[in-house]
C-alpha cells in the first residue's frame, strides 16, 4: 500500500542580515510606539521581527521572553 505523502512546502529563502543601521531605526522606533505597555509591545515586535522581516525564528522569539 502506498501511503500519501504529506504536501511539500515551497522553500523560503533565508532573510537578508540585519544591518546595525536597520536595528538601531527599529528599537528607536519601538521605543517610540510604547503603547501598550510592555504587552503591546511584544506583539509589534512578534508581528515585525518575526512574521514580516523574518528577522529571527519563533523558537528564538519566545525563547527570549
Given amino acids: 500500500m502506498n501511503k500519501p505523502h504529506p504536501p511539500q512546502t515551497p522553500p523560503q529563502t533565508p532573510p537578508q542580515p ?4 536597520q536595528a538601531f531605526w527599529y528599537w528607536l522606533k519601538l521605543g517610540f ?25 519563533e523558537r528564538r522569539f519566545l525563547h527570549a521572553l
Fill in 33 to 57: 510606539i510604547s503603547f501598550g505597555g510592555p504587552a503591546g509591545q511584544i506583539a509589534i515586535m512578534h508581528q515585525d521581527l518575526v512574521e514580516r522581516r523574518r528577522w529571527i525564528s
Fill in 18 to 21: 540585519v544591518t546595525l543601521g
